[in-house]
């Protein structure tokens, strides 16, 4: 896996304070992205072991709420495999952290992956640029949702973390 940045102490992509990783690869080339640079899955740099440290020794901090997987597309087929097995790691190491993951899939087309039972927040869709709306916490069109993941998965059924 490949990504762009390594976001500290950002406030703009989930709850709390947090971690972002850039992920870079992305399939769906939403117009008007306002991350274009991320959609090449051979871009930015080598997810390495510096790399996973980093993040790892950003989670360590108490004041850390948690990660937040953006990118590209952290759920890229291509990305899948190895975004899993982060998250996994995290939700081991850092329990008390929460996992969000930003995606241009729908819900249902990602809620069977194995690591979702780790991911708290899912924020699915595509970007639409005409139906953007900035007034929207964490997303940048309306038809993009803010999923509960955990609780979706108990019930069998989706449900919003917030409307």
Not at 96 to 113: A, F, N, P, R
Not at 115 to 127: A, N, P, R, Y
Not at 133 to 140: A, C, E, I, K, S
């Amino acid at each position: 896996m490949r990504y762009h940045n390594i976001t500290k102490d950002d406030m703009l992509n989930g709850d709390g304070l947090r971690v972002v990783l850039w992920v870079a690869g992305c399939e769906h080339k939403c117009p008007d992205c306002q991350n274009p640079v991320t959609w090449d899955i051979n871009g930015g740099l080598e997810f390495d072991d510096n790399a996973k440290q980093e993040v790892f020794d950003e989670l360590k901090k108490d004041y850390i709420s948690g990660i937040t997987f953006s990118g590209g597309d952290p759920l890229h087929t291509k990305n899948r495999h190895d975004t899993g097995m982060i998250i996994e790691e995290i939700a081991q190491k850092f329990p008390e952290k929460t996992i969000w993951v930003y995606s241009g899939y729908e819900w249902q087309d990602v809620k069977e992956l194995d690591f979702m039972k780790d991911v708290d927040i899912l924020v699915d869709g595509e970007f639409i640029e005409k139906m953007k709306d900035t007034r929207l916490p964490w997303r940048g069109s309306s038809n993009q949702k803010v999923i509960d993941v955990k609780k979706s998965l108990e019930i069998g059924k989706m449900v919003l973390a917030m409307k």
